[in-house]
Each structure stands twice: as C-alpha cells, then as structure tokens.
C-alpha cells in the first residue's frame, strides 16, 4: 500500500493522519502484546520448522483480512467513542489486518535469520545473510514498482493485495520445502535442534538485556530502520508532491532503494565476512542515511533526477548497514539465544516501525506542511511540503550514528570481534 497513499486518499477518502494510523498498524500486535518477543521465545523452543509454518500461514490471515477491508465498502464508516473519539472504520480494520500480517513477517524474519546463522556459522554467515536481505528486498522492489500500475489497471487500490496473497501461498509452500532440508541437515548435525529447545530458558532473556552491546545493536537498528522503512511509506507520495513525478509512476524511483540493495547487501556482507570491519560499516552506512535526508528536505532540490541519485546512495546505505548489524549479533549473543535476542531487537525496531509513520502523518497534516490542494489525474489532491518529515528522519540518522560509535567502543572494550573476519580459518 505504500506506492498507493495518493490514492487510498483520492478513492477512499483517507486523510495522512488515517494513512499513517493504517501503516502504523504492522506494530500493534508485535509491540503491545509482545508478539514478536512470544515469537523468540517460540522460535527458540519449537525450532525454526514449526514458527516458520506458522508464520507464514499468520500472513497468509493478515493479508486476507487487509484486502477485505480495503475492497469493502462500509456504512457509517466513522466508529465514535463518547464525544472525544472517532475513527475511520475500514483504516481500523486493515490496519488490524496489517497488524496480523506483521507478526507472521516478523516471526519469519527472525527464524530465517536463525536458520541462516544454524547453516552458516563459521562460514560465509554475513554472506548468507545479505543473500537472504536481498531476496527480500525483490519483494519491497516489486510493491513500490508494480503495485501502482496494478491499481491502475483495475482502478482499485485493493487489487495489488489479491497478488500478495498468490505470492504469500508460493512463500509458503518454498518453506515446505526448505523444512524437509533442515531436517536432513538436523540428522546429520550433532547439535540438534531438539538439544536448543532443551537448554534454552525463560531466565536467559535477563542474561541478554545486561548486555550494553545488545542494546547499542538495538538501539542503532530502530533508528536506523525508522528513518528508512516509514520513509518509504511516504516516498512515492514525496515523489508526486516535491518532484511532480506522476502518481502512476512514482513508486519507481523509490523502488531504486531495494534495486540497489538487491546487489549490494551481498557484496557488502562477503566484505565484512573476509576483512571484518563490521562496526566501521554500521557508521559509514549511518554518515549517508543523514546526507540523503537532509539533501531530500532542501526545497529547491525538485528536479526529479536529483530524487533518484538520492534514492541510489540511499540504497547504499540500506545495504551497509543490515549487511554488518545482523551478523554481528551472534558474536555478541550465543546461539541458544539468539532467536529470543533477535526478536528482542525486532520488538525494539517494530516501535519505531509502528510509530514513525503515524507521527510523519501527524506532522504532514500539521499547518506546517498541509499549504493546499491541487488537481492530479482530474482529482482533488492535498499539496504538502515535506521539508518537516525529512528533518525528522534526518534526525534519526543523527541519533543512529551516536550509537554506532557506541557500539565500536564497547567492542573494543568486551573484544566481541565485529571489526574482525566471520570465517573461521
């Protein structure tokens, strides 16, 4: 839905506040009611199989309730609580089912990410794992490029969702597959995974929030992802306000950024599994994202190629920084708990992820950045000046590169070794 904002607003009426209550929704579960956290915990006692099965079928729900409420049209749309309450009906409804659909992306996130450190460790592990980020971008490149021409095909903004689904059931059935593989690599392993549900603990969550490491790790992660991802949700709709790019084509110059990263994540994680260098990585990475947003909050950079130079480094930045992060936590957590501190670090990340989005449309429908209205496609479309929200996410980056200093001081002081190689000669 992402690509589609200016147009929930022209057919259904959505304002930017309703948008950014809508896409805020992916957190709600994960964040108020520990789902992500339960997931860990799953993860580490029932193995990747099973939470992966369940994931995947958790989004298959999610998804299926989301593309109802959008395609359906509602009587008394306004839900009102007393006299100080009111909220649009269909937004609650698919944000409820965005929110279902973000505890089975999670959930898979983290057992993939498991998966991968149980196959690779002590090989090309950042490697893998930037091999597993890239696929997973080809889904982001696909929703912000093809998912406005679809809704303009069947001028309905509902009908991309109809394709998630066909992919979701692909998904699900890719993961079947890789279930009868790990079973195989579990027969042959000494370590099975029925020992790591044996050793595992409730009370090793504790052991893993002393961590200073792991907090710096988390700390930079939902900095660093809210000032990429809840952009992105804004992004196309940047491109047809300050850029006056056509909203049917406007999820393609965002749509650069997972390009980008498709290439170079890999690259990037290869790098770091042959020369180390892992925490220099994350502030390097971190240095870009700031230039990026700040360059995007200047008024009179308008011209369109000036947006997809940006969206390029941009994208170079999205690739360094995951490429060093996600790797680097197993050298700072053992593998027992690894599924527990990742989902910890996603229940972190998800705050942002949830919140970000609701305070840009918050900001975007301020006085400050709401200056009009325009016709587009022969529709009557709000005009905003984004200057505001790119400040802010500028401000995220500022905050993330603190902590990525933190982190290589604390490395060099516990010796964690994420300047050092991943591959065990």
Known sequence: ??????????????????YGLFTSGYGWLNVFVFMLIISGIILDKMGVRFTGISATLVMLIGTSIKYWAIST?????????????????QVLLAGTGYAIFGVGVEAIGITATKAIVKW????????ALGLNVATARIGTLLAMSVSPLIAAHYQNPSSPLLYCIAMLIIGLLSFLVFCIMDKKLEKE???????????????????????KGFWYIAALCVLFYSAVFPFLKYASDLMVQKFSVNPELAGIIPSLLPLGTLFLTPFFGNLYDRKGKGASIMIIGSLMLIGVHLLFSIPFLNY????????????????????????????IIDERRLGTAYS?????????????????????????????????????????????PMLVFAGFGILGLLFAFLLKKEDKKKGYGLELPNIEK
């Open 1 to 18: 839905m992402a690509p589609l904002k200016t147009m929930l607003e022209q057919e259904l009426n959505w304002t930017s506040s309703e």
């Open 120 to 127: 690779f460790k002590g090989k090309e592990v950042a490697l």
């Open 344 to 388: 910890l670090i996603f229940w972190i990340q998800n705050w942002g992820l949830m919140g970000v989005p609701l305070l840009i449309g918050r900001i975007l429908d301020s006085r400050f950045c709401l200056i009009g209205e325009t016709m587009i496609n022969g529709k009557l479309t709000p005009i905003y000046n984004y200057t505001l």
């Open 73 to 89: 049209t509602f009587e008394n749309n306004i839900i009102t609580i007393g006299n100080w309450f009111s909220i649009n009906k």
């Open 304 to 331: 369109w190629l000036i947006a997809v130079v940006l969206m390029i480094i941009l994208g170079i930045a999205f690739s360094l920084v995951p490429s060093a992060m996600w790797p680097s936590v197993p050298k």
């Open 189 to 211: 392993d000494e370590e099975t995974e029925e020992s790591s549900k044996e050793e595992f603990k409730l009370s090793d969550i504790l052991g893993i929030v002393k961590l």
